[in-house]
């Protein structure tokens, strides 16, 4: 198993997503309804794992197998269904990647790393937590992602739970 490597904030991200996202509004064009970067790297300040993630919508539910095969034919590596018609792929560059998941419309994942992604970005003490979290995460689980992914659960829910209580 491979280290799983958590790295402090890079300014580089933001326009990292901005490269990525614009490739992708290139070769999806208007298929896309919206590119959200999402996942800690979207975070000012956060520390997180060296990949950008980012959710790409579609206009509609319908369109997505073309987005899937478009996403395929443009080096895209596919991993299938992540649950709720939510397909993941990656694509790694010179020692950062991308993890890109492709969804359709009013997506309850795709809403709630949205809503994630804003309150730590409005609550720097709680994205500090986050970023201890996942350091201690990143030793403990001694290259297992399945336990680095499991043990952020609980706090990615109270966030979320935190999050319902401002609206």
Sequence with gaps: MRAIKVVDYDPSWPRRFAE???EISVLL???VFSIDHIGSTSVPGLAA????DLDVV????????TAV???????????????EKRWAFTRDHDGYG???????????AHRERLVFRDYLRDHP???TAYAEL???LAVEADGDRGLYTGGKTAFVGETLRLASLMT
């Design 98 to 108: 991308f993890k890109l998941y492709l969804c359709g419309p009013n997506k309850r």
């Design 134 to 136: 996942k350091r201690r």
């Design 29 to 31: 064009g208007d298929v």
């Design 49 to 52: 794992k060296p990949k950008i």
């Design 69 to 83: 095969d478009m996403l395929r034919a443009a080096d895209f590596v596919f991993h299938g269904d992540r649950g």
């Design 125 to 127: 003490d709680r994205a």
């Design 20 to 22: 990525i996202s614009a």
């Design 58 to 65: 579609t206009i509609s539910d319908g369109i997505l197998p």
